[in-house]
């Protein structure tokens, strides 16, 4: 990774802190098993192309994993 000095305390150049809040967001994500494999599983879905559009759900119903 080449880094970048600046008079701020960004030393790792523009867009670093959301890269790795990103990638902070991620592990945080795979921490746990269960999500983990859910996360896995939509990613492979979406790679694939199967996915499938279904009926929006609103903020009080519950989906259905």
């Excluded at 008079?7 to 269960?34: C, I, M, R």
């Amino acid at each position: 990774m080449q880094t970048t000095q600046q008079s701020d305390s960004n030393h790792f150049g523009k867009g670093s802190a959301a890269n790795f809040k990103a990638s902070d967001e991620t592990a945080y994500l795979l921490s746990s098993k269960a999500n983990a494999k859910r996360l896995l599983k939509s990613i492979a879905t979406l790679r694939t192309g199967t996915t499938s559009i279904g009926k929006p759900i609103t903020p009080t119903e519950t989906p259905i994993l």
